[in-house]
T-cell receptor, first 115, second 113 residues
Framework: DGGITQSPKYLFRKEGQNVTLSCEQN?????MYWYRQDPGQGLRLIYY???????QKGDIAEGYSVSREKKESFPLTVTSAQKNPTAFYLC??????????????FGQGTRLTVV | DQQVKQNSPSLSVQEGRISILNCDYT??????FLWYKKYPAEGPTFLIS?????DKNEDGRFTVFLNKSAKHLSLHIVPSQPGDSAVYFC????????????FGKGTKLSVKP
């Protein structure tokens, strides 16, 4: 089955620790995205990548880092610099085709809690 | 400032009736609009989309209407079912930011039996 897999589903982190959230897709999509969801805030874009070895900051990139070494993988690291990391994190991917509108597909999300 | 606004945080509807979810956007250059449905602790799932060359798109019980002059779109669900209870997000494709999706804050729909 094709899709996007995020792991783990639940993650607990101590203050001051870095933690990495995994996102893998086998849809052969070009673009991948990380969003953060907080209550009443909708989905806010953290980072995105349209091609391997290239990525750009979204609206709330501070305290986060990403890599795109493979087309299928787009891991997100939540660093100790992120002041309020407790949230629900969503990874998405989208096929890019010139002149064609396409929707994004989402993973099941990772709930990160700082303890 | 929000580019996509869903001004109703919640909506309650009786089973069998119509649900109407609204969304406003600020940029007249936006030309592709999407609706997503999300259950708690799950990722959003794509529901329906519309291009600016149309004013209506229908898929089963779901219809999206686009009013470009008002920069407004709406999602109609007829008839509403209890399983439709979820948070609905409106999104627009922002070609200016390399094709990212900008989401509204969502509307929580409750369909009562």
């Amino acid at each position: 089955d094709g899709g996007i897999t995020q792991s783990p589903k639940y993650l607990f982190r101590k203050e001051g620790q870095n933690v990495t959230l995994s996102c893998e897709q086998n849809l052969n999509h070009d673009a991948m995205y990380w969003y953060r969801q907080d209550p009443g805030q909708g989905l806010r874009l953290i980072y995105y990548s349209q091609i391997v070895n290239d990525f750009q900051k979204g609206d709330i990139a501070e305290g986060y880092s990403v890599s795109r070494e493979k087309k299928e993988s787009f891991p997100l690291t939540v660093t100790s610099a992120q002041k309020n990391p407790t949230a629900f994190y969503l990874c998405a991917s989208r096929r890019l085709r010139q002149g064609v509108n396409t929707e994004a597909f989402f993973g099941q999300g990772t709930r990160l809690t700082v303890v | 400032d929000q580019q996509v606004k869903q001004n109703s945080p919640s909506l309650s509807v009786q089973e069998g009736r119509i649900s109407i979810l609204n969304c406003d956007y600020t940029n007249s250059m936006f030309d592709y609009f999407l609706w997503y449905k999300k259950y708690p602790a799950e990722g959003p799932t794509f529901l329906i989309s519309i291009s600016s060359i149309k004013d209506k798109n229908e898929d089963g019980r779901f219809t999206v209407f686009l009013n470009k002059s008002a920069k407004h779109l709406s999602l109609h669900i007829v008839p509403s079912q209890p399983g439709d209870s979820a948070v609905y997000f409106c999104a627009v494709l922002d070609r200016g930011s390399q094709g990212n999706l900008i989401f509204g804050k969502g509307t929580k729909l409750s369909v009562k039996p």
